[in-house]
């Protein structure tokens, strides 16, 4: 069956640290790929996708992520993190010719000022 | 304009009753999800409708659990005769259409069985 794995379960950093948050899935077909957050009693928001053409994906609030297709890798990046980026963060994968989300387990981020 | 919405936000009930839990569109989209998320876990795909009909509901655990949107808008999720392990927040996403498009969430209900 296909999973997605987030093997950071729960990250701490300091403001203006850099973040990289790991997803791999096990599909081999194509994929679209997402990355989703909850903060602190809110609901899941869209971060960013990939669908198609550049790999390179650039999100809201200054994230990106970077599909490797070799690797069936979406990690997400942030180059300096903020308070306010504390929140839930999970990657999720939809197989073409299905609609349906299937999400990883989450990874919780706490930035302290 | 608005989210999706969900009704009610917290339910609490016994094992064995029956629950109805609803979800509210973003207006005009025609696909419509439902996941539950148990504590620690990322949601997990229950079943998802487009316009009336349930186009995949693969997700849905076992018998005791039954989604319908009979006008193409809002859907109800009943689950019967609840066991504790159906506690979880069950969410509730729309999209504008299928394939390409974004799922909007909504806030959950957090289900909770005695």
């Known amino acids: 069956a296909q999973s997605v794995s987030q093997h950071n379960h729960h990250v701490i950093l300091s403001e203006a640290a850099s973040l990289e948050l790991g997803c791999n899935y096990s599909?081999?077909?194509?994929?679209?790929l997402f990355w989703y957050v909850q903060y602190p009693g809110q609901h899941l928001q869209l971060l960013l996708k990939?669908?198609?053409?550049?790999?390179l994906v650039k999100g809201i609030k200054g994230f990106e992520a970077e599909f490797i297709k070799s690797k069936f890798s979406f990690n997400l990046r942030k180059p300096s993190v903020q308070w306010s980026d504390t929140a839930e963060y999970f990657c999720?994968?939809?197989?073409?010719?299905?609609?349906?989300?299937?999400f990883g387990t989450g990874t919780r981020l706490q930035v302290f000022p | 304009g608005a989210g999706v919405s969900q009704t009610p936000s917290n339910k609490v009930t016994e094992k064995g009753k029956y629950v109805e839990l609803r979800c509210d569109p973003i207006?005009?989209?025609?696909?419509l999800y439902w996941y539950r998320q148990s504590l620690g876990q990322g949601p997990e795909f229950l079943i998802y409708?487009?316009?009336?009909?349930?186009?995949?509901d693969s997700g849905l655990p076992n018998d005791r659990f039954f989604a319908v949107r009979p006008e193409g808008s809002v859907s109800t999720l009943k689950i019967q005769r609840t066991e504790r392990g159906d506690s979880a927040v069950y969410l509730c996403?729309?999209?504008?259409?299928?394939?390409?498009?974004?799922?909007?969430f909504g806030p959950g209900t957090r289900l909770t069985v005695l």
């Open positions: 207006s005009g989209h025609t696909a």
């Open positions: 990939y669908f198609s053409g550049d790999p």
């Open positions: 999720a994968v939809k197989r073409l010719g299905t609609d349906k989300l299937i």
């Open positions: 599909y081999g077909g194509t994929v679209n």
């Open positions: 409708f487009q316009g009336t009909g349930a186009a995949d």
């Open positions: 996403a729309s999209s504008s259409r299928t394939g390409t498009d974004t799922q909007y």
